[in-house]
């Protein structure tokens, strides 16, 4: 017999960014909120402190903060036809887990999105024709323009201290910045992080190729700073302990850091940890939702009723529960009906390495997570797509969110794996080396889905989500396309070695190498309820009172990072919860 | 009247002043040392050689000769085995990390592309154990009946490299899924921190220049024209 709790107003499950962003908006409507969270608590004094999170082997080799595997995952093939097998170690993509999720071992590269990309499909249409779209390619347009999410970005950048230089505010371009983006309205919260040299050198190349370069929005701060809800940030030490750890120094912006001090304190906020959502529950018509079931610290079963669901778990656990509890009609390829699980989407990340002597003190233990340099000459409508041959763009840029020696050292061309030549490799490599990367839109097709395993299953007897993925031609050009472009671009620096890694045709997708955490797509927000699982303010179509924020939303992925999205995504939705869903529930677009 | 007896005596009460401020630590080495073998703080007493705990006494040499063939001793810098990484990984093998907390576990278990990396129902401390017992048996029924440890360096790189490229038939374990394992074991060793047992007194940070748990270069971001100037800190504190 299942525990049953008291009905609130609404029931959260996961708390990274979008359930932290949704907890704030909707007590601050007033509504009662409980917040379920699989992972423990998790906070800056009590398990990122210093020294103890400076610790490659905790970090980076047992992931303290990244999700375990061992009871959830997903399973993986490159094609239709072929056996899934499970993702059994962490690889490709990194989900959190614990108060703060994702956005606690994030890098802070906080982007908004190209006004164009929002509209990529009739962009292409009109700029080449419905022919350069490939068949099979099932990308759409964002049902949300950039002016209308323009607000939203604002206001997260807000919140998480931002640090960069606008290109454009309110039409008129300004030195220092992306004149390429979409307007803004105002300045960031803070200027752009200092560069270290490797950002430094990129800017140099950049301009003597003629790109535009520009700082790339962090959130990590370049100063102290106290955000609208009265938040302190201090400013970026470089520590070098970034993407995979949580932040010591209160400088990357997080859940824990810019939201949760707020929330914690608010009488209709309820924050349960280690609380396992099973499955959301539907009325018998099946057009409601009526709360969530979970598994709570001690493994009892608990019903929580509430009349909103929000669920706002990791992208790919978005799906698996909206599949797990009949939320929409799952997708299928062959028969091209149903909406749940398709048009997934990922990010295609490839990276050039460049190698100097030893009077070239590029020591890469210096790292800030989001702080570097990028350009988008060859991104959104900046790129000819028919010279350059495929859908889609991307930004090449320089990071270096902290390298040691734990986390690997790259080494120069030839350089074996172990022995003396190894040890010399590492040697000359770890201080004098520094990398670009491009990071590669991905477009979305109808072969790439998300559905449920037919053979695995979690630890609570669940079917595991089962991703099917591989590489199309279009994304294979494009990466050789942009890693060329980065080859040239580091040659004008002389390294005396360049180690560059464009997918070859025919390359399979690798699950072992980590290539980012942004798995976009899945339950894709959309116009047209045959093809999208939730309309353009991220509700179900099919079951109202559900909110899916998230990555999962995005009907294909672009050349950015995903959560500066994300952000001014959910912020969105919660405007349209409270301005228009709490006077009158119910679907909030008839389709 | 015997007042030195009672509960509130002025000797009983320094006496148990004095027991409740030694602090637990103290009295747990106290307890868990003996004169013999008290450690390096004693000068002209090497200190005391760390016995394995996982590791058997045939899988011990093995896995000495085998890092020291990985990360050998040479100008460049100091081996695995000055490192301590044998002991890291003795050490790094007992915890729930090497018995796979982390990975899913679950069957069935099915062969497939390299691609979805490793599919074995093994765990990391499962694959080492499995994989020095093979790597042995290989070399007694090649070798004479010698140990991998007992060979030539110029007859061990072969075997190491065949193992990397998976050229190497092992019964029971992949040899590729052995040596990458095996070597990142060693690399990890190598590099981690010194409360983990290897990386002695920082030597293989000081090799590479990397600074450890420093982590604090507001001041160095955009120094270009000299090198990093301070020596690694480790998680204990301890400067190299």
């Avoid at chain 1, 749940?340 to 295609?348: I, P």
């Avoid at chain 2, 899988?59 to 000055?82: N, V, Y």
Wanted: net charge neutral.
């Amino acid at each position: 017999m299942a525990i049953v709790k008291p009905r609130v107003d609404a029931v959260i499950v996961g708390m990274g960014w979008t359930g932290a962003i949704m907890a704030k908006e909707l007590t601050d409507a007033g509504l009662r909120v409980v917040a379920l969270e699989r992972g423990p608590d998790r906070d800056t004094p009590t398990d990122f402190s210093y020294p103890k999170v400076a610790d490659e082997i905790q970090g980076s080799v047992h992931r303290e903060f990244l999700q375990s595997l061992s009871k959830e995952t997903v399973t993986a093939r490159h094609s239709l036809n072929a056996t899934a097998v499970p993702y059994r170690q962490i690889g490709s993509f990194k989900p959190g887990t614990g108060v703060g999720g994702a956005g606690t071992h994030w890098s802070g590269c906080h982007f908004r999105v190209l006004p164009e990309d929002l509209a990529l499909h009739s962009n292409m249409r009109q700029r080449y024709g419905m022919k350069f779209i490939p068949d099979g390619m099932t990308i759409a347009d964002f049902p949300v323009s950039y002016d209308e999410l323009e607000p939203h970005f604002d206001h997260f950048e807000q919140v998480c201290g931002t640090s960069g230089k606008a290109g454009v505010i309110n039409g008129a371009r300004i030195p220092g910045g992306n004149p390429f983006e979409g307007s803004r309205t105002r300045e960031f919260p803070l200027g752009p992080t200092r560069n270290y040299l490797g950002a430094e050198m990129f800017h140099r190349a950049a301009r003597e190729m003629g790109y535009h370069s520009y700082p790339i929005p962090a959130s990590n701060a370049s100063a102290a700073y106290t955000n609208p809800y009265g938040c302190q940030m201090g400013p970026c030490n470089f520590c070098g302990f970034c993407s995979d750890y949580g932040c010591f120094n209160y400088s990357k912006a997080s859940p824990n850091v810019s939201i949760l001090p707020v929330l914690r304190l608010r009488k209709e906020f309820e924050l349960r940890a280690n609380a396992q959502v099973l499955r959301v529950n539907l009325d018998r018509a099946r057009t409601r939702a009526t709360g969530v079931t979970y598994l709570d610290a001690q493994g009892r079963e608990v019903e929580q009723p509430a009349d909103l669901v929000l669920l706002c778990a990791f992208s790919l656990y978005n799906v698996h529960l909206m599949l797990l509890s009949g939320i929409g009609k799952p997708y299928d390829p062959i028969a091209n009906t149903g909406t749940v699980g398709r048009n997934y989407s990922y990010q295609n990340l490839n990276r050039v390495t460049l190698f100097f002597d030893e009077s070239v003190q590029a020591n890469g233990f210096i790292g800030i997570g989001g702080g570097g340099a990028t350009f988008d000459d060859l991104n959104g409508k900046q790129l000819d797509n028919a010279k350059a041959g495929f859908v889609g763009g991307g930004v090449i840029w320089a990071r270096q969110p902290g390298a040691g020696p734990v986390r690997g050292i790259t080494t120069a061309p030839g350089v074996p794996n172990w022995g003396s030549a190894w040890k010399q490799g590492v040697k000359e490599a770890f201080r004098h080396s520094f990398y670009f990367e491009v990071q590669g839109s991905c477009m979305s097709y109808r072969t790439n889905y998300l559905d449920l395993d037919p053979t695995y299953r979690d630890a609570f007897g669940r079917p595991l989500l089962r991703m099917t993925f591989d590489w199309n031609a279009n994304e294979i050009r494009g990466s050789k396309f942009l890693v060329g472009k980065a080859l040239e671009l580091s040659k004008t620096l002389n390294p005396k070695a360049l180690s560059g890694d464009a997918k070859k045709d025919g390359e399979h997708y690798n699950l072992t190498r980590y290539q980012s955490t942004h798995t976009c797509g899945g339950a894709v927000m959309g116009a047209d309820p045959k093809t999208s699982a939730l309309n353009r303010y991220l509700q179900s179509w099919d079951i109202p009172n559900v909110f899916v924020p998230g990555a999962n939303a995005f009907p294909q992925n672009n050349g950015y990072n995903p959560t500066g999205m994300v952000g001014a995504l959910s912020y969105w939705a919660a405007k349209a919860i409270r301005e228009q869903y709490l006077k009158s529930p119910g679907a909030l677009v008839h389709a | 009247m015997k007042d030195s007896d009672s509960a509130d005596s002025p000797l009983r009460r320094q006496v148990f002043k004095a027991l409740t401020f030694v602090p637990l630590s103290a009295i747990g080495l106290a307890a868990c040392s003996n004169e013999e073998t008290a450690g390096p703080t004693r000068p002209g007493v090497p200190p005391k050689e760390y016995q394995p705990a996982f590791f058997n006494a045939t899988e011990w040499k093995f896995l000495h000769a085998a890092c020291d063939r990985l990360i050998p001793q040479d100008d460049i810098g100091p081996g695995a085995l000055q490192a301590g990484v044998p002991e890291f990984i003795d050490r790094h093998m007992q915890t729930p990390y090497a018995s796979g907390d982390i990975w899913y576990m679950q069957g069935p278990f099915i062969e497939a592309a390299p691609q979805f990396g490793y599919q074995g129902r093994l765990a990391v401390k499962d694959i080492l154990r499995a994989g020095i017992g093979a790597m042995d048996a290989h070399c007694r029924r090649n070798y004479g009946g010698k140990a991998f440890a007992e060979l030539e360096a110029v007859q061990q790189d072969p075997l190491l490299k065949a193992a990397e490229a998976g050229q190497l038939a092992l019964e029971e374990i992949s040899a590729k899924e052995f040596f990458s394992q095996l070597l990142a074991e060693t690399r990890m060793g190598y590099f981690c921190d010194p409360k983990y047992g290897g990386n002695k007194d920082m030597l293989a940070w000081k090799m590479i220049g990397f600074p450890g748990a420093r982590a604090d270069y507001a001041d160095w971001v955009e120094v270009r024209a000299q090198p990093y100037p301070l020596p690694p800190v480790d998680l204990a504190g301890k400067r190299g």
